[in-house]
């Protein structure tokens, strides 16, 4: 995988989603996170979904986000991209307040990510091929030739043939959909991504390869991943560190080698799948 | 007050509507009139809208003309006034058959498709997806959509005179038995040009109403399948009453005196 040219045919714009870490540096602080989330709130009609929420991820850095099924994790991640309004809080990307922003400002902010869907969420209406070169061609104002070259070189990273490319999303099955969002969502690559279970509804090997291929974005490209994922032995191998979202907070965070020995009984309940314990209690009630 | 409060939650709730649509339209045309703009889709909106409606929309019009030719005869034929008929056709079909007719079923055809996929690639989060590939939805799927409602529709509907008044020539020439070139120099006579206009000019505005209703009710669907259905049912029935109302509007802005 090569890193894709970020700012060819749009020279007004600078590099949108290569921020040089002096930039981020001089506008949030030598020590700042790359993603600053902090007392967030967020709410559907009565039901309570964030609330307070706090989460830093630092530049390079891979965090995992886990927790139970509709606990709010995908909706963190709407939040932070502005798909989502929450009520109260502040979101911050390389320093820069994203709560409340709209129109070009987001649209700017937005250049700096690249997003799996939970669902892939691909344009049923554009082939394979232009789904995953969308963001070359919209985005950057790419040569269609050029970013199709791009786009099938990301198809062959995520395990799919070129036949493929030629293809409509509605003729995938769902796993090979899923790796069409991962290729979407790194074929531009961003200086942050955020992988919505990028695993599930995968087979084991596959599995592991699309792993390998999160680590690498990581460690090759110096992206900064923040990943959702149910799968734990999965979490281990892609995340510097692991986040627990509880009850719209999250408790319990660290360095993913230390989640064995996070003493906490929710912690210790998820990772090994229990029946019993503190959050079936609460399911229960 | 027990009797009060639903009144003013219905209301309030009218209001709200009032106001999202008023801003869905202000940023919708807002966008219509700055670049980026996409040819590529708006040559695709004007096919689908312009081209493929033209079976649907040249069978009414033929139709409507031929019935119109055959209703009038009935009535005029009692006062002898059977050479008012080239008359009766041409006025009716351009100030209000053909942009009326056109315009509903348009809306019931384009309306319906566009509500439907716009409502779909909402509640399957594509229009999440075109906002964090930095596409304004609104500039990628209103925009295209609006230009090509706003100019396709006056050439269907000039399209659907033609046909329409056709309908009326033949009915007239071989059954009620008229001669084909006094027919034929009856309604060029009888053609004014402020009658074609205004009919392109409510086609225009319909075009705008049809394509707007399907965009704000598809993009502001929500609650999957049945969602949709909902947007694509609500996206038909308040186009088809815009346009009979704006219908009456544009009427009493060109000819009443
Ligand atoms: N658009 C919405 N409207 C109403 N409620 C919503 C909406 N989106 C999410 N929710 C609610 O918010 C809660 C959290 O949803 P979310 O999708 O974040 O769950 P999740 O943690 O990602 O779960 P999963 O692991 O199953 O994907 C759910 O209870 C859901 O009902
Ligand atoms: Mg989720």
């Not at chain 1, 309004?85 to 820069?96: C, H, N, R, T």
């Not at chain 1, 690249?114 to 554009?126: E, H, R, V, W």
């Not at chain 2, 000039?158 to 084909?180: H, Q, R, W």
């Not at chain 2, 609650?223 to 308040?238: D, E, M």
């Given at each position: 995988?090569?890193p894709?040219?970020?700012?060819?045919?749009?020279?007004?714009?600078?590099?949108p989603?290569?921020?040089?870490?002096?930039?981020?540096a001089?506008?949030?602080?030598?020590?700042?996170?790359?993603?600053?989330?902090?007392?967030?709130?967020?709410?559907?009609?009565?039901?309570?979904?964030?609330?307070?929420?706090?989460?830093?991820?630092?530049?390079?850095?891979?965090?995992?986000?886990?927790?139970?099924?509709g606990?709010?994790?995908?909706?963190?991640?709407?939040?932070?991209?502005?798909?989502l309004?929450?009520?109260?809080?502040?979101?911050?990307?390389?320093?820069?307040e994203?709560?409340?922003?709209?129109?070009?400002?987001?649209?700017?902010?937005?250049?700096?990510f690249?997003?799996?869907?939970?669902?892939?969420?691909?344009?049923?209406?554009?082939t394979?091929?232009?789904?995953?070169?969308?963001?070359?061609?919209?985005?950057?104002?790419?040569?269609?030739?050029?970013?199709?070259?791009?786009?099938?070189?990301?198809?062959?990273?995520?395990?799919?043939?070129?036949?493929?490319?030629?293809?409509w999303?509605?003729?995938?099955?769902?796993?090979?959909?899923?790796?069409?969002?991962?290729?979407?969502?790194?074929?531009?690559?961003?200086?942050?991504?955020?992988?919505?279970?990028?695993t599930?509804?995968?087979?084991?090997?596959?599995?592991?390869?699309?792993?390998e291929?999160?680590?690498?974005?990581?460690r090759?490209?110096?992206?900064?991943?923040?990943s959702?994922?149910?799968?734990?032995?999965?979490?281990?191998?892609?995340?510097?560190?692991?986040?627990?979202?509880?009850?719209?907070?999250?408790?319990?965070?660290?360095?993913?080698?230390?989640?064995?020995?996070?003493?906490?009984?929710?912690?210790?309940?998820?990772?090994h799948?229990?029946?019993e314990?503190?959050?079936?209690s609460?399911?229960?009630? | 007050?027990?009797?009060?409060?639903?009144?003013?939650?219905?209301?309030?709730?009218?209001?709200?509507?009032?106001?999202?649509?008023?801003?869905?339209?202000?940023?919708?045309?807002?966008?219509?009139?700055?670049?980026?703009?996409?040819p590529?889709l708006?040559?695709?909106?004007?096919?689908?809208i312009?081209?493929?409606?033209?079976?649907?929309?040249?069978?009414?019009?033929?139709?409507?003309?031929?019935?119109?030719?055959?209703?009038?005869?009935?009535?005029?034929?009692?006062?002898?006034a059977?050479?008012?008929?080239?008359?009766?056709?041409?006025?009716?079909?351009?100030?209000?058959?053909?942009?009326?007719?056109?315009?509903?079923?348009?809306?019931?055809?384009?309306?319906?498709?566009?509500?439907?996929?716009?409502?779909?690639?909402?509640?399957?989060?594509?229009?999440?997806?075109?906002?964090?590939?930095?596409?304004?939805?609104?500039?990628?799927?209103?925009?295209?959509?609006?230009?090509a409602g706003?100019?396709?529709?006056?050439?269907l509907?000039?399209?659907?005179?033609?046909?329409?008044?056709?309908?009326?020539?033949?009915?007239?020439?071989?059954?009620?038995?008229?001669?084909?070139?006094?027919?034929?120099?009856?309604?060029?006579?009888?053609?004014?040009?402020?009658?074609?206009?205004?009919?392109l000019?409510k086609?225009?505005?319909?075009?705008?109403?049809?394509?707007?209703?399907?965009?704000?009710?598809?993009?502001n669907?929500k609650?999957?399948?049945?969602?949709?259905?909902?947007?694509?049912?609500?996206?038909?029935?308040?186009a088809?009453?815009?346009i009979?109302?704006?219908?009456?509007?544009?009427?009493?802005?060109?000819?009443?005196?």
């Open positions: 995988m090569t894709g040219p970020s700012n060819e045919g749009d020279p007004n714009e600078g590099p989603n290569q921020a040089s870490p002096a930039e981020s001089s506008r949030g602080g030598p020590q700042s996170p790359k993603i600053r989330i902090r007392d967030l709130y967020k709410s559907f009609g009565t039901k309570h979904v964030l609330s307070g929420m706090d989460l830093d991820v630092g530049a390079g850095e891979s965090v995992v986000v886990i927790g139970g099924s606990s709010g994790k995908s909706v963190t991640l709407k939040c932070v991209l502005g798909l309004q929450p009520e109260e809080g502040s979101i911050q990307v390389d320093g820069e994203v709560v409340g922003l709209g129109g070009e400002s987001l649209e700017l902010v937005r250049r700096k690249g997003m799996l869907f939970q669902n892939a969420a691909l344009f049923d209406s554009l394979v091929w232009q789904n995953v070169a969308f963001g070359l061609i919209q985005g950057q104002g790419m040569a269609r030739r050029q970013a199709r070259e791009i786009a099938f070189d990301r198809l062959t990273a995520v395990g799919l043939e070129a036949e493929v490319g030629n293809m999303p509605a003729e995938l099955s769902g796993g090979m959909r899923k790796r069409v969002g991962l290729a979407r969502a790194i074929a531009t690559s961003p200086d942050i991504i955020f992988f919505d279970e990028p599930t509804g995968l087979d084991p090997i596959m599995g592991d390869v699309i792993d291929l999160i680590v690498k974005c990581v090759e490209l110096g992206a900064t991943a923040l959702i994922t149910h799968d734990m032995a999965s979490a281990r191998k892609i995340s510097d560190r692991i986040a627990m979202l509880y009850d719209g907070r999250i408790i319990w965070a660290g360095p993913t080698a230390e989640i064995d020995r996070s003493n906490n009984p929710y912690v210790d309940q998820f990772i799948g229990r029946a314990g503190p959050i079936a609460m399911v229960n009630a | 007050m027990p009797i009060l409060q639903p009144i003013g939650r219905t209301v309030l709730a009218f209001l709200e509507t009032v106001g999202r649509l008023s801003l869905f339209t202000a940023i919708s045309t807002s966008h219509c009139m700055r670049p980026p703009f996409y590529r708006l040559l695709r909106q004007m096919v689908e312009g081209y493929y409606s033209l079976p649907v929309v040249g069978l009414t019009a033929i139709f409507t003309g031929m019935v119109l030719a055959l209703q009038s005869y009935t009535g005029f034929a009692r006062f002898s059977e050479s008012a008929i080239p008359n009766v056709v041409i006025v009716s079909i351009t100030r209000e058959l053909g942009p009326v007719l056109a315009g509903l079923m348009v809306a019931g055809r384009v309306g319906a498709s566009m509500a439907a996929e716009i409502g779909t690639m909402r509640v399957t989060e594509q229009i999440d997806a075109l906002d964090t590939l930095a596409t304004n939805p609104f500039k990628y799927l209103v925009a295209p959509r609006l230009l706003v100019t396709m529709l006056p050439i509907v000039l399209t659907a005179d033609i046909i329409g008044v056709f309908g009326g020539y033949l009915v007239s020439i071989f059954k009620l038995g008229f001669n084909p070139s006094l027919y034929i120099k009856n309604t060029w006579d009888f053609m004014e040009a402020l009658d074609v206009i205004s009919g000019v086609a225009s505005v319909f075009g705008f109403l049809i394509t707007l209703m399907g965009c704000y009710h598809g993009y669907s609650g999957g399948a049945q969602g949709v259905g909902t947007a694509t049912t609500n996206a038909v029935v308040s088809s009453v815009l009979l109302s704006s219908n009456y509007l544009i009427t009493e802005l060109f000819f009443a005196r």
